[in-house]
């Protein structure tokens, strides 16, 4: 009999086509999360998986399904995954490291534009039948002559300043681990510390993972050492961002604007995560500029995103190292 693979989230037909050839293909076909029992009942006699952000997947959930020999993620971040669970009981986890960073470093940048110029105002202007020929409103910032400051420098934070560096804007970079000096001359961007970057940014970008170090990094505290009317722009992880702190901070003007692809609420591991977006934050129309996570919502980079996860299936249930593999399993 072929193996099963259950696919916790909607894939291309493609995607399913390439597993069928060797393998059993339990498909989700709405565009809905599955609740974790009917997960687990889909799950429990696989042989591998295909899991997507919003899935968790713990010790609990390995030991209901002891066939398992992959978790093969659709993705590059992993903290709601328990990796050292799925080594002690001899499973693969895989992940697909690099095809996220371009889509992801020009979302910011469109929501960067679209923020500091008024995009979306613009948008409801013009749709609600107000508009009757220019006015002399919805003035933003523009970005000539202005400083950016990215905190985080791997390999979405480089996709952005190698970007950015045509627009004639002062980059600024904060990292543990310094760029070469080519790379700083080529990129027109220069090393500093976090209080200075923050003190003299017009726009902060970070771009870093979800680390407990991490969690909540701009709270009220960090904000009050960003510039008078500075924008922050956040499409890495959610909690980076404590959203209660920048409603407050919008409040009293000490932000001019928040734009975000990526939310609190999302953050699946945290046992203390909010529900929701909070209500000021959606309310305040005039200075944020939301996405619903579209980092990597590029059709033919969520193609590849899906076949090297199912690639990685193929190589584990053939006995072989998946090329994705970030763990050893300890077999029995």
Same mark, same amino acid.
């Given at each position: 009999m072929k193996p099963k693979v259950v696919l916790t989230h909607w894939?291309?037909?493609?995607?399913?086509?390439?597993?069928? #050839? =060797?393998?059993?293909?339990?498909p989700n076909t709405t565009r809905d999360t599955l609740p974790r029992e009917e997960l687990l009942s889909r799950a429990k006699d696989a042989d591998a998986l295909m899991v997507f952000m919003p899935d968790r997947i713990d010790a609990q959930f390995l030991d209901a399904c002891p066939k398992l020999k992959i978790v093969g993620a659709a993705l590059k971040g992993y903290d709601n995954f328990d990796i050292d669970a799925? @080594?002690?009981?001899?499973? $693969?986890?895989s992940i697909v490291p690099d095809l996220l960073t371009i889509p992801t470093a020009e979302l910011t940048i469109g929501l960067l534009l679209? !923020? =500091?110029?008024? !995009?979306?105002?613009? *948008?409801?202007?013009?749709?609600?039948?107000?508009?009757?020929? $220019?006015?002399?409103?919805? /003035? &933003? =910032?523009?970005? =000539? &002559?202005? #400083?950016?400051?990215?905190?985080?420098?791997?390999?979405?934070?480089?996709?952005?300043s190698k970007r950015l560096s045509g627009f004639d804007m002062k980059l600024v970079y904060c990292d543990n681990v310094a760029l070469t000096n080519d790379q700083e001359q080529a990129w027109c961007v220069r090393r500093v510390s976090l209080d200075e970057l923050l003190a003299t940014s017009d726009f902060v970008v970070p771009m870093l993972p979800m680390t407990p170090q991490n969690l909540h990094l701009f709270n009220?505290? @960090?904000? %009050?050492?960003?510039?008078? &009317? %500075? /924008?922050?722009?956040?499409?890495?992880?959610? %909690?980076?961002? *404590?959203?209660?702190?920048?409603?407050e901070a919008l409040r009293i003007g000490k932000l001019a604007g928040y734009a975000a692809d990526v939310f609190e609420m999302e953050e699946w591991a945290r046992p203390d995560r909010p529900e929701n977006i909070p209500r000021a934050l959606l309310d305040n @129309?005039?200075? #944020?500029?939301? @996405?619903?996570? !579209?980092?990597? +919502?590029?059709?033919?980079?969520?193609?590849?995103?899906?076949?090297? +996860?199912?690639?990685?299936?193929?190589?584990? !249930?053939?006995?072989?190292?998946?090329?994705?593999?970030?763990?050893?399993?300890?077999?029995?």
């Open positions: 894939v291309h037909p493609e995607i399913i086509d390439l597993l069928q #050839t =060797t393998a059993n293909v339990i799925c @080594t002690q009981r001899g499973i $693969w986890f679209g !923020l =500091t110029r008024h !995009l979306p105002e613009g *948008d409801r202007c013009i749709r609600s039948g107000s508009f009757h020929g $220019w006015r002399p409103e919805l /003035y &933003g =910032t523009g970005l =000539t &002559g202005r #400083t950016l400051g990215i905190i985080g420098m791997g390999a979405v934070g480089r996709a952005i009220a505290d @960090t904000i %009050s050492k960003m510039q008078p &009317g %500075s /924008y922050l722009i956040n499409a890495c992880r959610g %909690s980076v961002v *404590d959203e209660q702190a920048v409603v @129309t005039a200075q #944020t500029f939301f @996405t619903p996570h !579209l980092g990597s +919502a590029v059709s033919e980079v969520r193609i590849e995103i899906e076949r090297q +996860a199912a690639s990685n299936i193929i190589q584990a !249930l053939a006995g072989d190292r998946p090329v994705g593999a970030i763990n050893n399993p300890i077999f029995a």
